[in-house]
């Protein structure tokens, strides 16, 4: 059993702390020289760091917020309506204890609701049933729902792209490296409600499992209920709290694997104790579906060993979908 004291929130000390990094230089000015050396560093140490002056509009991230508010306030069955089961390609509504992203040691008390870029039906890839390819699943009694988050999915893409344009001057490849390896998009915006934890909070179950992201990096946006905890380097946990008009960036697995464990992809968890509801969001940006993410080139040991074996960045993210929802136990 943990309770509210220094099991669940280790303090950070000066060397656990987070960077921010200023975007500006990349985003006004196109010079990624300064940016690039930040993140790399970042992204060797803990894997995260929060990002400040990114572009994106307060208004269009506000309006994002609100539907997640008026979304998740829909009675259950509405939202069930939706229900990610009914889709081929993994869009919609999960309830809460659905998805479980450490299921072998807890629950998760969160709901949420997927979506990836519009497939039309016509689409080979949908006409092959290929995992993830197919249309979203949208509510129809929320004005401007569809609108918002089809505009907020577009922000974050152009953003993950400059911020995958800086990882790749970091890591000594040319600046447009990824961007042939990238189209589609081949990425996934979630939106996430933890309900408020109360009582003795036991490890059984959490708002997120202890977990590492599938996908190149994660650009969340979390309300001012904090909950979100990473793991430090000297073992305890640290809380990553919210600072207004920044997001926070995490490498994946599928970047950690690419780059052959020169950048980590680091352990986190959701604890909402914050005695409200807390709203969420996690973009998680991907390689586009048939890329072979190998080892890069510049991320090679001096004796050519690699650390993993080949996969696709479909195939891998479709692993760990398959292992988290319960629906899919079977495929
Ligand atoms: C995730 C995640 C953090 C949060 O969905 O993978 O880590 O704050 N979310 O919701
Ligand atoms: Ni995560």
Same mark, same amino acid.
């Given at each position: 059993?943990?309770?509210?004291?220094?099991?669940?929130?280790?303090?950070?000390?000066?060397? &656990? %702390?987070?960077?921010?990094?200023?975007?500006?230089?990349?985003? /006004?000015?196109? *010079? @990624?020289?300064?940016?690039? =050396?930040?993140?790399?560093?970042?992204?060797?140490?803990?894997?995260?760091?929060?990002?400040?002056?990114?572009?994106?509009? &307060? %208004?269009?991230?506000?309006?994002?917020?609100?539907?997640?508010? /008026?979304?998740? *306030? @829909?009675?259950?069955?509405? =939202?069930?309506?939706?229900?990610?089961?009914?889709?081929?390609?993994?869009?919609?509504?999960?309830?809460?204890?659905?998805?479980?992203?450490?299921?072998?040691?807890?629950?998760?008390?969160?709901?949420?609701?997927?979506?990836?870029?519009?497939?039309?039906?016509?689409?080979?890839?949908?006409?092959?049933?290929?995992?993830?390819?197919?249309?979203?699943?949208?509510?129809?009694?929320?004005?401007?729902?569809?609108?918002?988050?089809?505009?907020?999915?577009?922000?974050?893409?152009?953003?993950?792209?400059?911020?995958?344009?800086?990882?790749?001057?970091?890591?000594?490849?040319?600046?447009?490296?990824?961007?042939?390896?990238?189209?589609?998009?081949?990425?996934?915006?979630?939106?996430?409600?933890?309900?408020?934890?109360?009582?003795?909070?036991?490890?059984?179950?959490?708002?997120?499992?202890?977990?590492?992201?599938?996908?190149?990096?994660?650009?969340?946006?979390?309300?001012?209920?904090?909950?979100?905890?990473?793991?430090?380097?000297?073992?305890?946990?640290?809380?990553?709290?919210?600072?207004?008009?920044?997001?926070?960036?995490?490498?994946?697995?599928?970047?950690?694997?690419?780059?052959?464990?020169?950048?980590?992809?680091?352990?986190?968890?959701?604890?909402?104790?914050?005695?409200?509801?807390?709203?969420?969001?996690?973009?998680?940006?991907?390689?586009?579906?048939?890329?072979?993410?190998?080892?890069?080139?510049?991320?090679?040991?001096?004796?050519?060993?690699?650390?993993?074996?080949?996969?696709?960045?479909?195939?891998?993210?479709?692993?760990?979908?398959?292992?988290?929802?319960?629906?899919?136990?079977?495929?």
């Amino acid at each position: 059993m943990l309770n509210n004291s220094s099991d669940i929130f280790s303090h950070s000390n000066l060397l &656990d %702390d987070i960077p921010l990094i200023d975007l500006q230089p990349l985003v /006004r000015d196109n *010079n @990624l020289a300064i940016v690039a =050396k930040q993140i790399i560093d970042a992204c060797k140490n803990h894997g995260f760091f929060y990002i400040l002056n990114h572009g994106i509009d &307060d %208004d269009l991230v506000n309006k994002h917020t609100l539907n997640m508010k /008026r979304f998740f *306030n @829909l009675p259950l069955d509405e =939202k069930l309506k939706l229900d990610v089961r009914h889709s081929d390609a993994h869009r919609g509504y999960f309830p809460i204890y659905a998805e479980n992203n450490d299921p072998k040691t807890s629950i998760d008390l969160k709901e949420g609701f997927d979506v990836m870029a519009e497939d039309n039906l016509y689409d080979e890839r949908v006409v092959e049933k290929k995992p993830f390819y197919g249309p979203n699943q949208w509510p129809d009694n929320i004005d401007g729902f569809r609108e918002n988050t089809t505009r907020y999915y577009e922000a974050m893409t152009v953003l993950s792209m400059m911020i995958m344009e800086a990882i790749a001057v970091g890591l000594n490849l040319p600046q447009k490296y990824f961007s042939n390896k990238l189209d589609g998009p081949f990425a996934m915006l979630r939106m996430l409600h933890y309900p408020h934890q109360s009582g003795p909070i036991s490890s059984r179950e959490m708002g997120t499992g202890s977990h590492t992201d599938y996908g190149l990096i994660t650009i969340l946006f979390q309300d001012d209920n904090e909950g979100l905890q990473i793991k430090s380097t000297n073992e305890g946990w640290i809380n990553v709290q919210t600072i207004p008009g920044t997001f926070v960036v995490n490498i994946g697995d599928e970047l950690q694997r690419w780059s052959n464990d020169v950048l980590k992809s680091n352990l986190h968890r959701v604890i909402n104790i914050s005695g409200n509801d807390r709203y969420s969001s996690p973009f998680f940006f991907h390689a586009a579906y048939d890329t072979v993410i190998d080892c890069l080139p510049s991320c090679e040991n001096s004796n050519k060993l690699t650390n993993y074996t080949p996969i696709t960045a479909g195939e891998l993210m479709w692993q760990r979908i398959r292992a988290t929802f319960s629906h899919h136990e079977d495929l």
